[in-house]
């Protein structure tokens, strides 16, 4: 047994004053946590600006205090041992317990820095010719002197970094200190590193919890007697278990609310690294964003040759209405990236006292609020998109009976400079988001997750060949001798398929012939599979019942699929655009309605969506899966095999398009696999 961490944000919409039993509404609480978070924020940011050097740095790398001895894992002890404490401003008083809180922040993000430290001399070490595309050695040489479990995301964006430093010194930075500024620190409280002095934390029940925690009264407390006891009472969301430990929050302020992240465990089963007989490929498609099948060992049966039966049905994430989504708002933020640069250089270049500059300050001031909104708009589209995805492909996993997830490293896959031209759209952030969301959801369903090299998996054949036999690509199934990207052509045995679902079932032969050589990472804990074992992977189609149609046809006779009868006369031009709802003829169309209608007084554009594209949290046990549709074994069945109810999965979104998930029909001759249970 083990156990998971999750955090779930809650707010506080009131408290009562301990003592004197007084309510506290929201804007009061709101501002009373403001200055707390106020008076720790001032304590955390004085001394990060304070050791921001490459001394200090050092010193904290060295992980030795003033006294010789190893600092402590716990962050405000360590900054403690370093005696890099910094007490409140004059004439304020703070417990000590807050102080604690700040230097816990500060430490946290010193160390941060220091990985982003370590990042860039790796970098700067092994500077390529090219910062845009690195070669293949020159990949190599970057990932042997850099950490493990370092995306390549962050890598692109640290060689920008260091790329413009380059363009405007002409030097490479000596240190992280000169190449970026101390880090802004978040107004929020850690009261991790709190205790009974600050803090108590209590479950009332399966959804709600007691929060006690001492708030300043005034902006500046002068005395203890500035500090009372205040109760917040929580509301736990669903998705935290009944039997979860709670753990001590942070708390800040966001839009005037009190948000309370709350971290909580859950024992959790842990999935063995071998012995797996049925695993789950996932590739990260080129047509889609995850394609997916199944694949069963065929070892110790008659014909055990080391061979892995794939499952005829494909599984798919289309999410490339998104995509285009992201990459339109990319395309805006980068317009308005350019624009408020060169609004930023026309201000530099006039005086306050020019006429022009109040209007045009304001103008940029405007499109810096307009940008950072953007931001936050991709930022929140690439989280719903990874965590949609992830939990239809947990899903998906879980009820085909696959103890293992293989997914392919994206460490290998953005060295072998997959990411061309067809690939750019779907950024390497949403990947490494998805691939996180995968370990979280898989560890609470007791699901391995190993990662499987990249290469070469949609190059060879998945049927033959033992991963030698070449396919071709071309744009279709009907176009097999041009060239192209999305289907795959094997000249030798003539599998004509998707290229991205040949890739998925290299992926599960690689991972489920290769399980034996599954490494676990110290301290991650994430597994990999490093050396490629290549095996066939041959298909087998599930029995499968055929659907109430197909039996009527069956019975009389007659055409499942009979063609129209005559040609539709109406459809011989485009379909007539509707008219625009104008003014003027608003008032005729609605002349002949009824005036008491509220529906024909409040007409809306028709172009509007009523309804939001993020997923809705459904309440469901066993985690958070988007739109509220939780596939529901053993109750009504309602989803059996050849029986499809909803012909996509529901992924919460309006333009992606997934396999549904289905309960499977007993998986040959293996037993277990019959029920799928799911572990909450
Ligand atoms: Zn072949």
Not at 172 to 187: G, Y
Not at 223 to 241: K, N, Y
Not at 586 to 602: F, H, I, V, W, Y
Request: with cysteine.
């Amino acid at each position: 047994m083990s156990t998971l961490t999750a955090t779930a944000t809650c707010t506080a919409h009131a408290a009562t004053v301990e003592k004197t039993g007084e309510v506290v509404a929201q804007p009061l609480l709101a501002q009373r946590v403001a200055w707390l978070t106020g008076l720790a924020r001032d304590i955390t940011a004085r001394i990060v600006a304070a050791r921001w050097s490459v001394a200090d740095l050092d010193a904290l790398v060295s992980g030795r205090g003033l006294d010789g001895r190893v600092l402590p894992s716990k962050g405000w002890m360590a900054v403690r041992r370093l005696g890099w404490g910094v007490g409140p401003r004059p004439g304020v008083y703070v417990c000590d317990r807050v102080l604690r809180c700040a230097q816990e922040q500060a430490a946290r993000a010193l160390r941060l820095a220091l990985h982003r430290r370590v990042m860039v001399s790796a970098i700067v070490a092994s500077w390529p010719r090219d910062p845009g595309a690195r070669t293949d050695t020159e990949w190599a040489a970057l990932r042997a002197v850099l950490p493990g479990g370092v995306s390549a995301a962050e890598i692109r964006n640290r060689t920008r970094q260091i790329r413009a430093y380059l363009d405007a010194h002409e030097v490479f930075p000596a240190d992280l200190t000169e190449l970026e500024d101390p880090p802004k620190v978040a107004t929020q409280v850690v009261l991790a590193a709190a205790d009974r002095q600050l803090l108590t934390l209590e479950r009332t029940g399966e959804r709600g919890a007691l929060l006690r925690v001492r708030l300043p009264l005034v902006e500046f407390p002068a005395s203890a007697r500035d500090w009372a006891w205040h109760v917040l009472p929580l509301a736990l969301p669903p998705t935290v278990a009944p039997e979860a430990k709670l753990c001590a929050p942070t708390v800040r302020v966001s839009k005037g609310r009190v948000r309370v992240d709350l971290p909580f465990q859950i024992p959790i089963t842990v999935a063995p690294a071998t012995g797996h007989t049925v695993g789950c490929g996932f590739d990260w498609g080129l047509n889609t964003l995850l394609t997916g099948t199944v694949g069963e060992l065929a070892e110790g049966r008659e014909t055990s040759d080391g061979r892995v039966i794939g499952d005829g049905r494909p599984l798919a994430y289309d999410a490339r209405g998104i995509s285009a989504k992201l990459h339109r708002l990319r395309a805006e933020r980068q317009h308005l990236t350019a624009k408020h640069r060169h609004q930023e250089r026309l201000l530099a270049q006039i005086t306050p006292a020019d006429p022009r500059f109040a209007r045009l300050a304001a103008a940029c001031q405007r499109i810096g609020v307009e940008h950072e909104r953007l931001c936050a708009r991709i930022r929140h589209l690439n989280k719903a998109l990874a965590w949609s995805a992830s939990r239809w492909a947990v899903d998906q996993a879980v009820f085909a009976g696959a103890t293992v997830i293989y997914l392919e490293d994206l460490a290998t896959l953005e060295a072998r400079g997959r990411r061309g031209r067809a690939n750019a759209r779907l950024s390497g952030q949403v990947r490494g988001q998805i691939v996180e969301a995968i370990r979280h959801l898989a560890a609470k369903h007791a699901v391995a997750v190993v990662t499987v090299p990249a290469r070469g998996t949609s190059r060879c054949c998945p049927r033959c060949g033992q991963g030698t036999s070449v396919l071709t690509h071309c744009p279709a199934p009907d176009r097999l001798t041009e060239k192209g990207w999305t289907w795959a052509y094997c000249p030798a045995c003539g599998l004509s398929c998707d290229r991205d679902r040949a890739a998925a079932e290299r992926i599960v032969s690689r991972g489920l012939l290769g399980q034996n050589a599954t490494r676990t990472h110290r301290s991650t804990g994430a597994r990999t599979i490093v050396t490629v074992v290549e095996g066939n992977v041959a298909r087998a189609r599930r029995p499968r019942k055929p659907t109430r149609a197909a039996r009527r046809a069956r019975r009389t006779r007659t055409d499942l699929h009979p063609r129209p009868a005559a040609r539709d006369r109406s459809k011989n031009r485009p379909t007539p655009k509707r008219p625009t709802r104008t003014p003027n003829n608003l008032t005729n169309t609605s002349a002949g309605r009824s005036a008491n209608n509220p529906a024909d007084q409040a007409m809306t554009s028709s172009r509007v969506p009523d309804r939001r594209t993020v997923p809705v949290p459904p309440p469901a046990s066993g985690g958070q899966r988007p739109a509220g549709h939780a596939p529901k074994p053993g109750r009504h069945q309602p989803y059996r095999t050849g029986h499809v109810r909803n012909s996509h999965h529901r992924t919460g979104f309006h333009h992606a398009k997934a396999t549904p998930v289905l309960t499977l029909t007993e998986h040959r001759d293996s037993p277990k696999q019959t029920t799928p249970v799911r572990v909450a």
